[in-house]
């Protein structure tokens, strides 16, 4: 299938997670308070390896403001094959990696390119009011099905630092919800910039797996 059923410039869908409202959408202008609020949490903060410390609004103003460029622009391409490749050509991740409870912004997970093998890598950040409901696990397979279906992604990395294992039950987790035949495992060291929880370098658990779409969804 060469074209989407709808690549409208602002996306939603809805993720089930008993007894709450959450959804997994594209950006939105009026989002960086929110994004400034959650990523201010040290608890969230010092887990993201690229996100700076001390994170300030203006840092989200300025991040906010290129991701809804780039994701203006590649919901606009009409077909798979078009936005599979401007996608890795622009180097941000997929559009739709705002996770919402009602209309409020309280994360994100997103897919980037990770390297020249049309690779991508999720990563992804959540509220601490907002975890242990397994909404992290039903984003990912929710997006991951988004990204094959709409951007021809076929092939996922992952990692998890070893002092973070509800990360790596998360990985495992939507590993089992989407992994397609076997999954790479492997290790690699983490540097980590000044300031975070962990100083210097520490040792992180990597996956790297394949996903397919939905029947009708080739490119």
Known sequence: ??????????????????GGEYFLTTFEEHDA??????????????????????YTLEDAKSWLSSNL??????LAIPTVSERHAAFFKQGNSIPVKAI??????IGSISLAPHSTETVVEMGYYLHPDHQGK????????????????????????????????LSA????????????GDVETGRKILVWPVG????????????????????GYEF
């Open 69 to 74: 460029a780039s994701q203006k622009e590649l």
């Open 100 to 105: 919402r409870h009602k209309d409020k912004f």
């Open 134 to 165: 397994r909404i992290m696990r039903e984003a990912g397979k929710k997006l991951l099905r988004y990204a094959a279906n709409e951007f021809g992604i076929r092939k996922v990395f992952c990692s998890a630092d070893d002092g973070n294992p």
């Open 33 to 54: 308070e929110a994004m400034h609020e959650v990523l201010a949490i040290d608890s969230v903060s010092d887990r993201l390896i690229r996100i700076p410390k001390p």
């Open 196 to 215: 975070k929880r962990v100083e210097g370098e520490s040792w992180s658990s990597t996956w790297l797996w394949n996903i397919e779409p939905e029947e």
């Open 1 to 18: 299938m060469a074209e989407s059923l709808n690549m409208a410039l602002s996306q939603s869908i809805k993720l089930d997670i008993p």
């Open 169 to 180: 039950k998360v990985i495992r987790g939507v590993l089992k919800d989407t992994a397609v």
